[in-house]
């Protein structure tokens, strides 16, 4: 079983205290649904060009833009693949925590799996690695120079199943989710339990358990930003020595640079949110344009599927077929949505 060590610095705790409060102030902000969307778009064009710009994807932040608008761009098929599959590995995330599913092995192959389609070998896509696994450090001129070995292939899926293991309990026990993501990541890092893909997994996977224990602010943060700002930091706040038996286990180091990364966003996320803040609208206007929680999941929902139907918002919302008429009918009235189509083909898209 994993037992991390770890310790509460000032520092540490100075910062969750902040990212709490900031939480408080995000979560309870009402902002315009357009700029909500807008900022949440954002949010997922930014974790996708840096993850995957952290591991040598040249694409620029427009090109990502444009691929998350299913608009062509001229680019390496390779690194086209790794964005649109970065892209679709934050859609599984956001439908995993949709239907409240626990955190499985199952959910972290299938988010490898989607992190390297078409860039790797099928039959390596989201299964362990078979083999020894090695981090490089190139050096121009000179020999390669190996700075890490991960643990032996026969013992990825026993460590693996150690970290699930270890999540689970620490979910129950209440710890805080930051610490929880912080010490997941590091942990893939230190696996390394495929042969392509383990960072971005484990970004992925610390967004993943960020948002599922209710850390997600609204989505709007792109923690992948802070990193890629200084890569350098990164790689040496998550160096963990020479091989995985010998590393230094205390994660008290990496979970100081985890945190305050994390803050740093969550401050830029609350600088916006308290600019775009609607509060002193009068009550009328505000009648208008806050939106409820289940219209806020249709719009979520049409953020990734393109158009919702009746039958999906019956889905989605858990309600009779004739309460989701009545809702989508009235956002449609607000102009918050529009319908397409007729009789039982009608739909509805995004204004």
Same mark, same amino acid.
């Given at each position: 079983m994993l037992e991390p060590k770890y310790k509460i610095t000032g520092k540490i705790a100075n910062n969750l205290l902040k990212i709490i409060d900031a939480k408080k102030v995000v979560d309870s902000a009402k902002i315009l649904p357009k700029l909500a969307l807008n900022l949440r778009?954002?949010? /997922? /064009?930014?974790?996708?060009?840096?993850?995957?710009?952290?591991? #040598?994807?040249r694409l620029n932040m427009n090109q990502v833009a444009d691929l998350y608008a299913n608009k062509k761009v001229d680019a390496p098929e390779r690194e086209i693949y790794e964005v649109k599959n970065y892209l679709s590995a934050l859609k599984f995330i956001e439908k995993?925590?949709?239907?409240?599913?626990?955190?499985?092995e199952k959910i972290i192959l299938n988010i490898h799996k989607l992190v390297t389609a078409k860039t790797m070998n099928i039959k390596d896509c989201g299964h362990y690695r078979q083999g020894p696994i090695y981090v490089v450090r190139r050096r121009l001129g000179q020999a390669n120079e190996v700075i890490y070995t991960g643990p032996a292939a026969k013992k990825v899926p026993g460590l693996m199943s150690d970290l699930i293991k270890w999540v689970t309990q620490a979910i129950k026990e209440d710890l805080n989710p930051v610490i929880i993501a912080g010490i997941?990541?590091?942990? /893939?890092?230190?696996?390394?339990?495929?042969?392509?893909?383990?960072?971005?997994? =484990?970004?992925? &996977? =610390?967004?993943?358990? &960020?948002?599922? @224990?209710?850390?997600d602010f609204r989505r709007l943060f792109a923690l992948e930003d802070y990193y890629n700002t200084d890569r350098q930091s990164y790689y040496d706040a998550i160096n963990i020595g020479k091989t995985y038996e010998k590393r230094?286990?205390? !994660?008290?180091? $990496? @979970?100081?640079?985890?945190?305050? #990364? !994390? $803050?740093a966003e969550i401050a830029l996320v609350k600088s916006k949110v308290e600019e775009l803040s609607t509060k002193k609208l009068n009550a009328k206007i505000a009648e208008k344009i806050y939106l409820e929680k289940d219209e806020e999941k249709v719009l979520d929902f049409l953020e990734y599927m393109g158009k919702i139907t009746i039958n999906d918002a019956v889905d989605i919302l858990s309600i009779p077929k004739r309460t989701a008429q009545y809702k989508l009918k009235n956002m449609k009235k607000r102009k918050l949505i529009k319908q397409v189509g007729k009789g039982p083909k009608s739909a509805y898209v995004n204004v």
């Open positions: 778009r954002q949010a /997922i /064009i930014r974790m996708t060009h840096h993850s995957t710009e952290i591991e #040598g994807n995993t925590v949709k239907a409240k599913k626990n955190i499985t997941a990541h590091q942990e /893939i890092a230190a696996i390394h339990p495929f042969n392509d893909g383990n960072g971005r997994t =484990a970004r992925a &996977l =610390a967004t993943l358990i &960020l948002y599922s @224990l209710g850390y230094d286990m205390d !994660f008290t180091k $990496w @979970l100081e640079y985890f945190i305050e #990364g !994390f $803050w």
